[in-house]
Nanobody
Framework: QVQLVESGGGLVQAGGSLRLSCAAS????????FGWYRQAPGKQRELVAI???????NYADSVKGRFTISRDSAKNMVYLQMNSLKPEDTAVYYC??????????????WGQGTQVTVSS
């Protein structure tokens, strides 16, 4: 098993910033794609940003230019710097890791989620 633990959510005013962190732990695994998803009330979970093992990034159009994803592969951590936050960014943010375990088995893991609330 691989465990993902998020931190850094909270309440912020519109225009403010937050930084989310996610730490992965376990044994005999490596992470290919490492990313963030979010789910707002009454909506489907959606991709926010993802970073590959090679450092390539992809962002949802709604967050381009405002959010930055980064990873520290040595520490098995991924970060999401969120600037110029808007009320529509309010959601539960989930860390996601696409892993290879024992160099053979692909598994996808999710964190428990962290709430981000942006007030207007």
């Amino acid at each position: 098993q691989v465990q993902l633990v998020e931190s850094g959510g909270g309440l912020v005013q519109a225009g403010g910033s937050l930084r989310l962190s996610c730490a992965a732990s376990g044994s005999d695994f490596r992470i290919n794609d490492f990313g963030w998803y979010r789910q707002a009330p009454g909506k489907q979970r959606e991709l926010v940003a993802i970073v590959s093992s090679g450092g390539s990034t992809n962002y949802a159009d709604s967050v381009k230019g405002r959010f930055t994803i980064s990873r520290d592969s040595a520490k098995n951590m991924v970060y999401l710097q969120m600037n110029s936050l808007k009320p529509e960014d309010t959601a539960v943010y989930y860390c996601n890791a696409d892993t290879i375990r024992y160099e053979a088995y692909r598994s996808v893991y999710w964190g428990q989620g962290t709430q981000v609330t942006v007030s207007s």
